[in-house]
Nanobody, 121 residues
Framework: EVQLVESGGGLVQPGGSLRLSCAGS????????MTWVRQPPGKGLEWVSA????????TYADSLKGRFTISRDNAKNTLYLQMNRLKPEDTAVYYC??????????????WGQGTQVTVSS
């Protein structure tokens, strides 16, 4: 059974940083691309970033380039999202999503339970 467990969310002041983690199990982690998706309160899902299976190809939502960094450690079966210079509009539930193949544009497959990020003073 595929399991994705996010952690690292919390309350942070504007301008602060957080690093989200997503531990994957139940599948061969290094065979699959991964993505982060977020859902702000009262809004729909927003795609954040994606990374290929090998970790050497990444892509970001235009509005987040330069502030967020996606990475993965295949030896630890873990996906990361480093978020810097956080803004109140980054407040959302962040989901880790396994894709159906090794490339960044594969279809979504399995979702984690989400972790809440709140940016507020």
């Amino acid at each position: 059974e595929v399991q994705l467990v996010e952690s690292g969310g919390g309350l942070v002041q504007p301008g602060g940083s957080l690093r989200l983690s997503c531990a994957g199990s139940g599948f061969t982690f290094n065979n699959f691309a991964m993505t982060w998706v977020r859902q702000p309160p009262g809004k729909g899902l927003e795609w954040v970033s994606a990374i290929n299976s090998g970790g050497d190809s990444t892509t970001y939502a235009d509005s987040l380039k330069g502030r967020f960094t996606i990475s993965r450690d295949n030896a630890k079966n873990t996906l990361y999202l480093q978020m810097n210079r956080l803004k109140p509009e980054d407040t959302a539930v962040y989901y880790c999503v396994k894709l159906q193949g090794p490339v960044r544009d594969a279809d979504y497959d399995s979702w984690g339970q989400g972790t809440q990020v709140t940016v507020s003073s």
